[in-house]
């Protein structure tokens, strides 16, 4: 007996769009404002603290890339633009604790300015602290002044840089992959630390969204 026959399925059109390159960037930036907005305001009510401090253990425990879905892509100047600075940050010291230890003191030294200060690290900062600063930090902008935190990210991101391209010179001579390496990231560095200062500003405005 011949199979039944059975009838094509239509389906929508939109379905073909939504899996091969439909999102509508529009879409994406109002997801990542809204998200970002919604998950600021709700920490922030907590008065428990327990929501900033799960948000701070997020990536330890599952990695940035779930964040880097909702947030990697949103402008520089924005409020998901600089909770995702904030998180690649947190996720690259937790990565390498004692190299970004080894960044900040020699930054510390040689950086003229009182941005090591405004970061708040002991003086001088083991590995371990190094970490905890970075959390102490993150936890500032759910549970603190939002400026202030991006400002002392910002801080963070220059002494850090400092360090990187002095280390650099001395890497040229011998080791230049490594010297070009540590030469990338200070320069990736200090884009940060411009990026968390202009959002600094622009939340003091109001006009960070």
């Given at each position: 007996?011949?199979?039944?026959?059975?009838?094509?399925?239509?389906?929508?059109?939109?379905?073909?769009?939504?899996?091969?390159?439909?999102?509508?960037?529009?879409?994406?930036?109002?997801?990542?404002?809204?998200?970002?907005?919604?998950?600021?305001?709700?920490?922030?009510?907590?008065?428990?603290?327990?929501?900033?401090?799960?948000?701070?253990?997020?990536?330890?425990?599952?990695?940035?890339?779930?964040?880097?879905?909702?947030?990697?892509?949103?402008?520089?100047?924005?409020?998901?633009?600089?909770?995702?600075?904030?998180?690649?940050?947190?996720?690259?010291?937790?990565?390498?604790?004692?190299?970004?230890?080894?960044?900040?003191?020699?930054?510390?030294?040689?950086?003229?300015?009182?941005?090591?200060?405004?970061?708040?690290?002991?003086?001088?900062?083991?590995?371990?602290?190094?970490?905890?600063?970075?959390?102490?930090?993150?936890?500032?902008?759910?549970?603190?002044?939002?400026?202030?935190?991006?400002?002392?990210?910002?801080?963070?991101?220059?002494?850090?840089?400092?360090?990187?391209?002095?280390?650099?010179?001395?890497?040229?001579?011998?080791?230049?992959?490594?010297?070009?390496?540590?030469?990338?990231?200070?320069?990736?560095?200090?884009?940060?630390?411009?990026?968390?200062?202009?959002?600094?500003?622009?939340?003091?405005?109001?006009m960070l969204d």
């Open positions: 007996m011949p199979e039944s026959f059975k009838r094509p399925v239509r389906r929508p059109t939109e379905s073909f769009d939504s899996l091969v390159g439909g999102t509508d960037p529009a879409d994406q930036a109002r997801a990542a404002h809204r998200t970002a907005s919604a998950l600021l305001a709700r920490v922030r009510a907590d008065e428990s603290g327990m929501s900033a401090e799960r948000l701070i253990a997020y990536t330890r425990e599952h990695g940035i890339d779930e964040i880097a879905e909702l947030w990697a892509a949103a402008p520089a100047h924005s409020l998901p633009g600089a909770l995702w600075r904030l998180y690649v940050l947190q996720a690259a010291i937790h990565a390498d604790p004692s190299t970004a230890a080894f960044l900040h003191e020699r930054g510390r030294v040689e950086l003229p300015t009182a941005d090591a200060l405004v970061a708040g690290a002991p003086v001088p900062a083991s590995p371990d602290e190094i970490v905890s600063l970075i959390d102490t930090i993150l936890h500032g902008a759910f549970r603190g002044d939002f400026s202030v935190a991006l400002e002392r990210a910002a801080a963070f991101c220059r002494v850090q840089a400092s360090g990187a391209t002095h280390i650099a010179d001395d890497y040229e001579p011998t080791e230049p992959v490594r010297g070009s390496e540590l030469t990338t990231r200070a320069l990736r560095l200090s884009g940060y630390a411009d990026d968390l200062a202009a959002s600094a500003a622009a939340w003091r405005r109001g």
